[in-house]
């Protein structure tokens, strides 16, 4: 199963054409996307027009949604957090550690378009669409 993050989905509504983007219209329909809760409240809150943000939220929950917290997942981003650290890496932001430790502790390929998840692929065996 593949993990979209909301640095595709992002693009993908606002019409932008990347690779990310070009790949996710290929999956879409033919193999099984999961979308995150909090990746979910990301893409929402970025809508300013209710029926746009309607049409998204019918899609997005269409997809198979999985709970990205929790102690476990929460103890292991913090361990991964300070091992990036200790290999000379500052992760920015919390939530993509909560995103990368969930995808590796559950198995998940993460579709992305965002710079920080390269050293969970590079250090901590994140699997990734490319």
């Known amino acids: 199963m593949i993990l979209v993050d909301s640095s595709v989905w992002i693009d993908y509504f606002n019409g932008g054409s990347t ?3 070009e ?3 290929q999956l879409l329909g033919r193999e099984p996307l999961a979308i995150g809760d909090l990746i979910l409240a990301e893409v929402l809150q970025g809508f300013s027009d209710e029926r746009d943000f ?3 939220r ?3 929950t269409s997809l198979s949604m999985v709970q990205l917290g929790g102690q476990e997942i929460a103890v292991q981003a913090a361990r991964n ?3 990036l650290r200790k290999a000379g890496v500052t992760v920015r932001k919390t ?3 909560i995103i990368a430790t969930w995808c590796i502790e559950n198995g998940f390929d993460l579709l992305h ?3 920080d998840f390269e050293p969970f692929v590079k250090h901590l065996r994140l699997r990734v669409v490319d």
């Open 19 to 21: 690779p990310q983007t």
């Open 23 to 25: 790949t996710l219209d």
């Open 54 to 56: 309607n049409v998204a």
């Open 58 to 60: 019918r899609m997005l």
């Open 81 to 83: 957090f300070r091992a």
């Open 95 to 97: 939530v993509d550690t």
């Open 113 to 115: 378009n965002d710079r």
